[in-house]
């Protein structure tokens, strides 16, 4: 006996086309900015927009991971979500890693790139955060994807603050600020979107993940 009726087998397979699409055209969209935004945040010595580069990087290798496990099992996705959440963690220790070294080195960001830079990847995100709008309440995988969204609008609003402040401080303590939200940020959304992998792994009877993880 089939799962569903044709017209929603139909509908079903015509969400997941259009879903693969979006998840293209953003991967290109991050792949893209993560070279352009590491390339100035080196330039400009931001840690702030350094960050804000790799997050685009880890992005687009999520947005591949997704594409990968679109289509298959539950479990798989739930899996493939398990993977991008503790790499979500890890790009939150490396931020902080990141916070102290220039604040050990007192290192004082141009201000210009940083506010260039910043709203250009605003731009690019709020256009990806719009196409994954209608995925947002989905599995572990499309949550996460949203997730990961969502959290770098904020991030890129946070660079064009710490733009302002550099620029009204003369310091480099507005961009250690912001680089360290972003890290919060990271680890924050790793947490969720582990926690809600692990459930569905144990919801569809795949191997307990949490002694892994404690």
Known sequence: MPCCSDDLCSSSAAATGRYRLVLWIVLAINAVMFL?????GLAAGS???????????????NYGISLFVLGLSIRWRARAALVKGVSM????????GSVIWHALHGTVPGW???GVIGAVALAANAACLVLLYAWRDGDANMRSVWICSRN???ANLAVLAAALGVFG???????????AVMAVLAIQGSAIVVRQAIA????????DPAPILR
């Open 36 to 40: 352009a935004e590491i390339t100035a």
């Open 47 to 61: 840690a702030a927009l350094q960050a804000d580069a790799l997050d685009f990087f880890a992005d687009a290798a």
């Open 112 to 114: 210009g790139t940083m």
């Open 200 to 207: 569905e792994l144990r919801a569809h009877g795949g191997p």
């Open 89 to 96: 963690g890890v790009f939150g220790l490396w931020v902080i």
């Open 152 to 154: 770098d609008v904020i």
């Open 169 to 179: 401080t003369g310091t480099g303590w507005p961009d250690i600020m912001v680089a």
